[in-house]
T-cell receptor, first 114, second 111 residues
Framework: DSGVTQTPKHLITATGQRVTLRCSPR?????VYWYQQSLDQGLQFLIQ???????AKGNILERFSAQQFPDLHSELNLSSLELGDSALYFC?????????????FGSGTRLTVV | KNEVEQSPQNLTAQEGEFITINCSYS?????LHWLQQHPGGGIVSLFM???GKKKHGRLIATINIQEKHSSLHITASHPRDSAVYIC?????????????FGKGTLLTVNP
């Protein structure tokens, strides 16, 4: 157990639907990062939050949004799902937002859009 | 050209062999990471380094900042080392807290 908890582990849903992925960071970590891993694109950075505020945005589609709550857990919302959104979604956490202090990854949520 | 290039893409070794995986990057970095991903998907951070060399058990990671190159070595490889090894960098300046990933190296160690 890495200390970063992601739920659910697996999710199967239909095109056009909306899903929410949840991440609880390691205790004490204030920064949360979301990454998408697809077969064709590999791992890509989506978005980062630090202590409730958005800090950096990567290749995140407009159909996707995220937030970090006061208890520091984060949710990634994916809407109007398309087949191409099928991927592994990872959350990682770290202690500091702009110093490379090391990352801890969750075990990922595997999303399948049918 | 990708910002982070790994070689080889696939590597098959016999148990006990010494293994080297290479990573080259084209951007200024604040740190380089080596990650391990087993079948089933979970990612484990092996090393984070910004200079020199780090060792953990049978794993050694080196980085040459001037040449923008890093290597991951596995000594006395074992079938349980079979996994995808991913090189990632944190860019210096701007959004230096996000990772840019290589495509990964699939390592298979046969008994």
């Amino acid at each position: 157990d890495s200390g970063v908890t992601q739920t659910p582990k697996h999710l199967i849903t239909a095109t056009g639907q909306r899903v929410t992925l949840r991440c609880s960071p390691r205790s004490g970590d204030l920064s949360v990062y979301w990454y998408q891993q697809s077969l064709d694109q590999g791992l890509q950075f989506l978005i980062q939050y630090y202590n409730g505020e958005e800090r950096a945005k990567g290749n995140i589609l407009e159909r996707f949004s995220a937030q970090q709550f006061p208890d520091l857990h984060s949710e990634l919302n994916l809407s109007s799902l398309e087949l191409g959104d099928s991927a592994l979604y990872f959350c990682a956490s770290s202690a500091y937002p702009d110093r490379v202090f090391g990352y801890t990854f969750g075990s990922g949520t595997r999303l399948t859009v049918v | 050209k990708n910002e982070v290039e790994q070689s080889p893409q696939n590597l098959t070794a016999q148990e006990g062999e010494f293994i080297t995986i290479n990573c080259s990057y084209s951007v200024g970095i604040s740190a380089l990471h080596w990650l391990q991903q087993h079948p089933g998907g979970g990612i484990v951070s092996l090393f984070m380094l910004s200079s020199g060399k780090k060792k953990h058990g049978r794993l050694i990671a080196t980085i040459n900042i001037q040449e923008k190159h890093s290597s991951l070595h596995i000594t006395a490889s074992h079938p349980r080392d079979s996994a995808v090894y991913i090189c990632a960098v944190s860019s210096s300046g701007g959004s230096n807290y996000k990772l840019t990933f290589g495509k990964g190296t699939l390592l298979t160690v046969n008994p």
